[in-house]
């Protein structure tokens, strides 16, 4: 496609449960990102992939947070045991290059609501 | 450490009238600069950015922003309000402290545009 994908748009999680959410980047992008932007809120820094490294994992909340991405294009972010604290929109984003110059195409996004 | 500080949460403006939208950054280095945009339900969309070329950056939808070294500001403005320009507006810097720019979002500004 021409621009970022996630999927699934909106997931209702009841607490204790696993979720996966699944981002596709603009094909050949080398960089990709995720992000958690709580209601009202600016977009926080999650994790960083180069290719398939995970190079950045300093802002996963918990140890209940688990990304990959295994063959270098698609990722995959995982929570486990869900919390309503982590109610939030989750966002992807990939550039073509690793550098800080490059702006990031963004996802729509994944609705995350914990009840 | 670098961060952005956007000055208003909430900014309403009538249509037709100019839009100012402010933000100041810290920065121990030449910093790269961005506005992006969020429309209800949507992905961030890149405004303009500022990467230590011309102070005053043209972006689009006739939005433009003016680097300030002096007053470390990077305030964005509009000349004339849309009704399509209502939306949550972030100021972003890039951190260039990790060879990968993972990016640094304000809290946002929310616009409302009046007819």
């Known amino acids: 496609g021409a621009g970022v994908s996630q999927s699934p748009r909106y997931k209702v999680a009841k607490r204790g449960q696993d979720v996966a959410l699944r981002c596709d980047p603009i094909s050949g992008h080398v960089s990709l990102f995720w992000y958690q932007q709580a209601l009202g809120q600016g977009p926080e820094f999650l994790t960083y992939?180069?290719?398939?490294?995970?190079?950045?994992k300093s802002g996963l909340p918990s140890d209940r947070f688990f990304a990959e991405r295994p063959e270098g294009s698609v990722s995959t972010l995982k929570i486990q045991r869900t919390q309503q604290e982590d109610s939030a929109v989750y966002l992807c984003?990939?550039?073509?290059?690793?550098?800080?110059?490059?702006?990031?195409?963004f996802g729509n996004g994944t609705r995350l609501t914990v009840t | 450490a670098q961060s952005v500080t956007q000055l208003d949460s909430h900014v309403s403006v009538s249509e037709g009238t100019p839009v100012l939208l402010r933000c100041n950054y810290s920065?121990?280095?030449?910093?790269?600069l961005f506005w992006y945009v969020q429309h209800p339900n949507k992905g961030l969309q890149l405004l303009l950015k500022?990467?230590?070329?011309?102070?005053l950056v043209k972006g689009i939808n006739g939005f433009e922003a003016e680097f300030k070294k002096s007053e470390t500001s990077f305030h964005l403005t509009k000349p004339s309000a849309h009704m399509s320009d209502a939306a949550e507006y972030f100021c972003v810097v890039s951190v260039t402290t990790d060879s990968w720019g993972k990016l640094q979002f304000g809290a946002g500004t929310q616009v409302v545009v009046t007819p």
């Open positions: 992939f180069q290719n398939e490294a995970q190079l950045d």
């Open positions: 920065s121990s280095y030449s910093p790269s």
């Open positions: 984003a990939s550039r073509p290059q690793n550098s800080y110059n490059s702006p990031l195409h």
């Open positions: 500022y990467t230590s070329a011309a102070t």
